[in-house]
C-alpha cells in the first residue's frame, strides 16, 4: 500500500499521515524533514530527487509532503 498526502501548511495532513501510518503498519515519510537540514538550509535538489525516488521504489509508504512548497 502506498498513499500520498499532499496539501497546504496547517492542512492537518502531517496528523493524517501518522495515524494512517499506524493504522496500516506502514512506515511514514515526511518531504519536509528530507527536503530541508538542520538549521533550515535545503538540501540539493539531485540529493533530495534521489532520496524521493529511493522512496517511491519502496512497496509501501505514507508519503506527508506540502504542495505549497514541493517541487521535483
Sequence with gaps: MKVA???KSGG???TLSQEL??????????L????????SAR???EILA???????GQPRWVL????SGWRS
Excluded at 21 to 30: D, E, M, S, T
Excluded at 32 to 39: A, C, T, V
Design 64 to 67: 506527508d509532503a506540502d504542495s
Design 43 to 45: 538540501v540539493r535538489d
Design 5 to 7: 498526502v499532499f496539501g
Design 21 to 30: 501510518a499506524v493504522a496500516a503498519n506502514l512506515p511514514l515519510y515526511r
Design 50 to 56: 534521489r532520496v524521493h525516488a529511493d522512496i517511491l
Design 32 to 39: 519536509d524533514m528530507i527536503q530541508f537540514k538542520k538549521g
Design 12 to 14: 492537518g495532513k502531517s
